[in-house]
């Protein structure tokens, strides 16, 4: 028999459209995909050469479960030099991706029943984490007009004496939003007063386009002492395979996330950790370089999407996707099939256009699809093109 808490985990609808879409590209259909949230750049040549010579040094061995002194060390530094936070290196903890850290993190912070409020539209796996950690996800919903973003207002409509703690994702995945740093002094404000923690996800820090990078963990020891910051380099280097995340907190969260670790997987990859060290010590030259190319299919894919009837979106500030609203599809018929949420949509889409987004019904918003711009343009344009089809073949 399954375990109850197995059972009432959902899988990842992000990672299953990307792997139909896999099968079908494999079966030789004609088939695109703006499914995955991975840059389609490759891994920055200096950031390989330390792998291969870590490899060649004998650096293959079991390193600290927390990850090695080196790398904790150059975690720390880049705290203090691009967020103003200084830890120490015992209050940073290197884990097997960013994933793999925010589960660390629910683990050490959730008793059973503890409530954990999760702005919505929210990344697929949070409400999963919390409930592996026996902890209860509390979902808030972000208004489109407010950029998707909640307010401290929204928060306490759902603070309880169960409450524990607040997931903040800026920039946002799925919607590339990206909370002003007066949002942010609001919401810090909140989880001050209420004594609760904050998971502060900031995997997309460096994909921003408009504005800057604030952590909420920089506003005062207060709020630092109850953040617990998750970043990585998946995102910023093209690191998605390297699975290297790593996680900041007080010196007692630090540990018992440590601790967990230990029993969970041991330490991370010693030879992907000798790379990271590479990477954020290394400059930011060619992530600038990859913005440059996601801003222009940021700006075509919203120009397009608005242009288009039955299909609108807001421009996102950062990360490298886009919500797509179809609510005046909702409840039409579509080739013989009638929409009544973004799940029937982005089925039919795939399977009539031959085009994989993803629905963003796991995503706590049942009107709208995600579409990645971590995508060629001669992708962007044959996805958008063959969306046009669609909707006009449909008499949209």
Same mark, same amino acid.
């Given at each position: 028999?399954? =375990?109850?808490?197995?059972?009432?985990?959902?899988? +990842?609808?992000?990672?299953?459209?990307?792997?139909?879409?896999?099968?079908?590209? /494999?079966? %030789?259909?004609?088939?695109?995909?703006? %499914?995955?949230?991975?840059?389609? @750049?490759? &891994?920055?040549?200096?950031?390989?050469?330390?792998?291969?010579?870590?490899?060649?040094?004998?650096?293959?061995?079991?390193?600290?479960?927390?990850?090695?002194?080196?790398?904790?060390? /150059?975690?720390?530094?880049?705290?203090?030099?691009?967020?103003?936070?200084?830890?120490?290196?015992?209050?940073?903890?290197?884990?097997?991706?960013?994933?793999? =850290?925010?589960?660390?993190?629910?683990?050490?912070?959730?008793?059973?029943?503890?409530?954990?409020?999760?702005? $919505?539209?929210?990344?697929?796996?949070?409400?999963?984490?919390?409930?592996?950690?026996?902890?209860?996800?509390?979902?808030?919903?972000?208004?489109?007009?407010?950029?998707?973003?909640?307010?401290?207002?929204?928060?306490?409509?759902?603070?309880?004496?169960?409450?524990?703690?607040?997931?903040?994702?800026?920039? +946002?995945?799925?919607?590339?939003?990206?909370? &002003?740093?007066?949002?942010?002094?609001?919401? #810090?404000?909140?989880?001050?007063?209420?004594?609760?923690?904050?998971?502060?996800?900031?995997?997309?820090?460096?994909?921003?386009?408009?504005?800057?990078?604030?952590?909420?963990?920089?506003?005062?020891?207060?709020?630092?002492?109850?953040?617990?910051?998750?970043?990585?380099?998946?995102?910023? @280097?093209?690191?998605?395979?390297?699975?290297?995340?790593?996680?900041?907190?007080?010196?007692?969260?630090?540990?018992?996330? #440590?601790?967990?670790?230990?029993?969970?997987? +041991?330490?991370?990859? +010693?030879i992907a950790q000798a790379a990271t060290v590479a990477a954020l010590e290394g400059g930011m030259k060619d992530v600038e370089n990859m913005?440059?190319?996601?801003?222009?299919?940021?700006?075509?894919?919203?120009?397009?999407?608005?242009?288009?009837?039955?299909?609108?979106?807001?421009?996102?500030?950062? $990360?490298?996707?886009?919500?797509?609203?179809?609510?005046?599809?909702?409840?039409?018929?579509?080739?013989?099939?009638?929409?009544?949420?973004?799940?029937?949509?982005?089925?039919?889409?795939?399977?009539?256009?031959?085009? /994989?987004?993803?629905?963003?019904? %796991?995503?706590?918003?049942?009107?709208?699809?995600?579409?990645?711009?971590?995508?060629?343009?001669?992708?962007?344009?044959?996805?958008?093109?063959?969306?046009?089809?669609?909707?006009?073949? #449909?008499?949209?």
């Amino acid at each position: 028999m399954v =375990s109850k808490k197995a059972s009432g985990v959902s899988p +990842s609808p992000t990672l299953a459209i990307d792997t139909k879409f896999k099968e079908m590209k /494999a079966n %030789g259909e004609d088939v695109v995909g703006f %499914g995955c949230g991975e840059p389609d @750049f490759d &891994t920055p040549e200096h950031i390989k050469k330390a792998a291969i010579d870590a490899i060649m040094q004998g650096e293959t061995k079991y390193t600290p479960a927390s990850g090695t002194l080196k790398l904790r060390k /150059a975690v720390a530094e880049k705290f203090l030099r691009e967020n103003g936070l200084t830890y120490a290196p015992t209050d940073i903890v290197v884990s097997n991706g960013a994933k793999h =850290s925010l589960v660390n993190a629910f683990m050490a912070i959730c008793n059973p029943g503890d409530e954990v409020i999760i702005p $919505a539209p929210y990344w697929v796996s949070y409400p999963e984490m919390v409930k592996l950690a026996d902890g209860v996800p509390v979902v808030v919903n972000g208004a489109e007009e407010n950029d998707f973003k909640v307010t401290a207002k929204d928060l306490a409509s759902v603070l309880t004496d169960k409450t524990v703690a607040i997931v903040i994702n800026s920039p +946002s995945n799925p919607t590339g939003m990206v909370y &002003t740093e007066k949002e942010l002094r609001e919401i #810090a404000d909140f989880a001050v007063e209420n004594d609760l923690y904050v998971i502060s996800d900031e995997i997309y820090e460096h994909l921003i386009y408009e504005g800057r990078h604030v952590s909420i963990a920089s506003f005062g020891e207060e709020i630092k002492k109850r953040t617990i910051v998750i970043n990585g380099v998946s995102k910023t @280097f093209a690191m998605t395979g390297w699975r290297i995340g790593y996680a900041a907190a007080c010196p007692e969260i630090a540990k018992a996330m #440590a601790n967990i670790q230990s029993h969970a997987s +041991s330490n991370p990859n +010693s030879i992907a950790q000798a790379a990271t060290v590479a990477a954020l010590e290394g400059g930011m030259k060619d992530v600038e370089n990859m913005k440059k190319h996601f801003v222009r299919r940021r700006d075509f894919m919203v120009d397009m999407f608005n242009s288009i009837d039955g299909v609108s979106c807001r421009r996102p500030h950062g $990360a490298f996707y886009i919500m797509m609203n179809i609510d005046e599809l909702i409840g039409r018929t579509m080739y013989g099939k009638t929409i009544k949420n973004a799940d029937d949509f982005a089925a039919l889409f795939l399977d009539v256009a031959k085009v /994989a987004v993803v629905p963003g019904t %796991g995503f706590g918003a049942d009107n709208y699809v995600r579409w990645s711009y971590a995508t060629s343009m001669d992708n962007i344009v044959d996805g958008i093109e063959r969306l046009k089809k669609f909707l006009h073949a #449909a008499d949209l």
